[in-house]
């Protein structure tokens, strides 16, 4: 095995470089990282997402909560049908319907998505900081609905039932190597069935290692606010404060 | 027109080709999203059937997308060489599967024929073959492209490095390109998925790309694959622009959702030719095409997304590129479900590519999503070696940490060359030479011989 002696770039990026090598193959120690690094992001994918747990650790931060489910049962035919992840099953469907009052001004919705992983690990943490700061901004918020196999456009349909003005939606983004555990958030002015991705805005990248849950609150917190006060969300907001706003980028969850 | 067959007991009825063709099309999972698949394993044979006895001269009365409603059929149609076409007028597609595949038939006669066939005949060739006929047929068909370098030809095998970064932290993206050219690649093209869309911090990255080819004298060409609007914009701000790269697909509606259309393309080429920055040649486009993105974006007008794929080739040969590459396992497991579907179609769409005569190179790739593994990909890459493909992606250790999906390495062209005998561009390998980055029978020179001027003169 020969290291490469430029070992130095690897500061400048987390990128593999500067691996080494034995003949012009990689040494042994690389390989396994890298199959060790796939085990984990297979196995977000296929993580059980306990919703149901869930759940309770986010009435213990004070707010109701719905157990939902959408159209795709079971994850082999989420993987394959993303239109039926865009879309509730029946039951949920009229379990929100009874629940719908006199509208809201959020609805947020918690999904597995692509890893149930970051889902377990990174919505308490964001929602324990953003809810505070909602609630000092005097948002009106519905039960947050936490939806096992949803699709970022099922916000669409829960935010419509609910008489939503702003939907929120946080899941679990396609895992990549270095990152199996990483939440996405995309929010919707006026979720109604049809909104195309384009009138959404993203967050992506949330987990300790990338964007944190802290950080990730505040900067939703400024962008909710922006998008009731422009009453508008898509390519259309743009944010000064945050240069790096990226409308709705789907390859991450879809 | 509808087409039938009995096939054992059962009659099969198919109600125009573009059903036959969806229907003919081997088993993938977004033909079955799109509601266009063959219903049994047997309805599945018997479209291939029925279509092999489909005369090629059939294609050109019958458009599985209508003339009047799509650009693509209008240039399809408007393009098509009707002496080229004459070799290969009187057969029907079993028979011209059996002429690609004949003794007799070599690689220059082929692509004599290449601007008489249409994205549909050749895709329909496609649909009968098995993956050593798309082996054997593509490996018979050179395409030689030239910017500062020659990619395609014989014994040859180029790579894009694909030096991305989350945040285009530009120490991030050098550190990237420095590793890859260490290990020999970057020949095909340097070519950065940036982050962001900013004109301002694309026209960065490519003076950036300019100064470190220039300065040290590497005869290839560099690429940010950002839109071809913001491209433009870069050239009218100045920044210097080797390659223009976009995503095209095989609908007009899905070039649409692109936010391109083919008079977009042709004026984005002209721009690129008036800098005239190629030494050798004048192939300024770089494509990016991959099943699946017509359903993507809901423009698939009911055609299999592997003729759409085939019909995105010819978009791209309208524009003379240096560079086609089919981004196969990126889209996810909705289109291409695991390693044998990914398989298959990198093989189909390298092969429609070279039928259609373009240089085709393939991002032998998968998301964690798919059930694939970097074994398929090994397998993938060795079947796509042996077929000739023009150039692969260097990613560092095969893991690109912006795109989130895993493609080739620097160390997987290194396997390939060593099980295949293939070199590097000509031009490029003098430079690796030169520089002491290869030596004999393009090997890596140990490290220590390597204490060129690569490493210490960059801003790191």
Sequence with gaps: MKEDPWARLKGFTPARVALGRSGGSLPTRALLDFRMAHALAKDAVHAEFDAAGLALELESLGCATRLLKSAAAGRAEYL??????????????????????????????????????????????????????????????????????????????????????????????????????????????????????????????????????????????????????????????????????????????E | MSHTIQAGRRFHQFADLRELLAKATPARSGDRLAGVAAESAAERVAAQMCLAEVPLAHFLEEWVIPYEEDEVTRLICDRHDRGAFAVVAGMNVGEFREWLLDYATTGVEIAAVSGGLTPEMVAAASKLMGNQDLILAASKVRVVSRFRNTQGLAGRLGVRLQPNHPTDDVRGIVASILDGLLYGCGDAVIGINPATDSPVACGELLRMMDELVSRHEIPTQTCVLTHVTNTMQCIGAGAPVDLIFQSIAGTEAANRSFGVSLSLLKEAREMGLALGRGTLGDNVMYFETGQGSCLSAGAHHGVDQQTLEARAHAVAREFSPLLVNTVVGFIGPEYLYDGKQITRAGLEDHFCGKMLGLPMGCDVCYTNHAEADQDDMDNLLTLLGVAGCNFIMGVPGADDIMLNYQSTSFHDSHYLRQVLGLRPAPEFEAWLERVGIFGEGNRLLPAEARRHGLLTSLPL
């Design chain 1, 80 to 253: 394959l049908r993303p239109d039926l992840g865009r879309r509730l099953d029946d039951a949920s469907r009229e379990l929100l319907a009874e629940s719908a009052g006199g509208g809201v001004d959020l609805v947020i919705v918690v999904s597995d998505g692509l890893s149930a992983t970051a889902a377990s690990r990174q919505v308490v943490g964001v929602l324990s900081e953003l809810l505070p700061l909602l609630e000092q901004d005097g948002w009106r918020l519905g039960p947050v609905c936490v939806v096992e196999g949803g699709r970022v456009a099922i916000q669409d349909e829960i935010g419509e039932l609910l008489g939503a003005r702003l939907s929120l939606m946080l899941l679990g983004e396609r895992p990549g190597l270095g990152s199996p555990d990483s939440l996405g958030a995309y929010f919707t002015w006026e979720p109604r069935a049809g909104r195309s991705d384009a009138e959404r805005n993203c967050v992506s990248n949330i987990r300790p290692e990338g964007l944190v849950p802290a950080a990730a609150a505040r900067r939703l917190q400024a962008l909710l606010s922006n998008s009731r006060r422009l009453g508008l969300s898509g390519i259309g907001l743009k944010d000064e404060t945050f240069p790096a706003l990226i409308p709705a980028d789907d390859h991450r969850v």
